[in-house]
């Protein structure tokens, strides 16, 4: 990535434009997004799987194909899904049951399940950059008073103006700025823009709780 600035016509105005050296957004960090939601989610599915191995005799288990963590957002996919923990004790569907999103669980659960379900069936996780913050620039052989500052909300998208400085009174032509930004990366989910450190370390601690809860019964027999 690169910054530009370009100078109006009549030079009381300065655009810090954004420029990307590869595609925008950035699908290296979709992808270590993508590759982190699997790994939480299968922790989810491994669970269901070994308490299977508990209670259900032979191998491969009668329901080899179907057995996973089901998630649910609604009472409709609560109703289609739970057939995939059919086979497990009646105290464990209801732990899991308990902790669906549709039944006032942990909500963050829902959140895994999406970020899941687009890596795997449709395409990678979309990340993109945005300013998460940067000193206040410099200006040498600057003319008139401290210009305003209007400062682009939101991801960085390529060719955009990440700030615009506006002046009074005609700038020099050759007027240096100087300015250090840091960018943050932010994931798309439905219309919103979420700071990808702060949502992997909820779904994270989401999966971390369920898969507590389910850890003893994987270890022991569970009474029906």
């Known amino acids: 990535m690169r910054l530009v600035p370009q100078m109006n016509v009549d030079k009381t105005q300065i655009s810090i434009h954004v420029l990307y050296r590869c595609p925008h957004p950035n ?6 997004v993508g ?7 299968s922790a989810l599915d491994n669970s269901v799987y070994g308490i299977a191995l508990m209670h259900t005799t032979g191998f491969p288990l009668p329901d080899n194909r179907r057995l996973a963590f089901p998630i649910a957002d609604t009472e409709e996919d609560w109703e289609r899904e739970q057939s995939r923990i059919r086979t497990l004790p009646e105290n464990v569907r209801a732990l899991i049951s308990d902790a669906q999103p549709c039944h006032g669980g942990n909500r963050s659960l829902s959140l895994l399940g999406h970020l899941n379900d687009m890596d795997k069936h449709r395409l990678p996780v979309v990340a993109a950059a945005a300013i998460a913050g940067g000193n206040m620039p410099t200006f040498n052989d600057r003319v008139g008073s401290y210009p305003n500052i209007t400062v682009m909300k939101g991801p960085a998208i390529s060719d955009a103006p990440v700030l615009v400085f506006s002046f009074a009174e005609p ?5 240096d700025v100087q300015l250090t930004l840091s960018l943050k990366p932010f994931l798309l989910h439905g219309n919103q823009w979420l700071p990808v450190a702060e949502t992997l370390k909820e779904v994270r601690g989401a999966t971390e709780s369920t898969v507590d809860i389910l850890k003893p019964f994987i270890s022991q027999p569970v009474t029906q």
């Open 171 to 175: 700038q020099p032509p050759n007027m």
């Open 27 to 32: 699908r290296r960090w979709g992808v270590i």
């Open 35 to 41: 590759d982190i939601a699997h790994d939480l989610r």
